[in-house]
């Protein structure tokens, strides 16, 4: 008997651990409330005339990017999780030997902050500004170019006759 009444105070008490807490908001709200990260997948863009290497945002390596006239664009680094907030990018200077800066890490002069997207945003475009500010764009789908690197580009074109 002793054993049966163990048994069921246990099981009643394993109910209990499970059961939801009602705090008065929905489940929605809780989610949002509690989230403090995004997983995304991140397109690196980089709007500089010389290549650079090592991008991190927080401390996570998200890739590499050539110069003008290549367009800067990364590739895909799937399943990032970036915390809700502030945001700290930094990166490492490419280009040849014996050029201004080569090798220099530079850090974001802007601290970007992520707000929680809508859920179909699961796509984060990092672009990285000749000024070397830092925008962060979340997307529903693969990162385009931003307007403003869009104008960047532009200009490039103008001043080298592209």
């Known amino acids: 008997m002793k054993n049966l009444s163990l048994h069921i105070m246990l099981c009643l008490f394993s109910l209990m651990a499970c059961s939801p807490v009602n705090d008065g908001l929905n489940a929605e709200d809780n989610v949002m409330k509690n989230a403090e990260a995004m997983l995304f997948d991140i397109n690196l863009y980089s709007y500089l005339e010389r290549p650079i290497f090592d991008v991190y945002l927080n401390g996570k390596f998200i890739g590499d990017a050539g110069g003008q006239p290549h367009r800067g664009a990364g590739g895909l680094m799937t399943g990032v999780e970036v915390p809700l907030g502030p945001q700290t990018v930094t990166w490492r200077l490419g280009g040849p030997e014996g050029m201004p800066g080569n090798g220099e890490k530079v850090k974001a002069i802007n601290q970007p ?28 789908g693969w990162p385009e170019k931003s307007p403003r690197g869009l104008e960047i580009n532009r200009q490039w074109e103008l001043k080298h006759g592209q």
């Open 113 to 140: 902050i992520l707000k929680m997207p809508a859920d179909n945003m699961t796509y984060l475009g990092v672009h990285i500004y000749p000024d070397n500010t830092v925008e962060l764009i979340p997307e529903p």
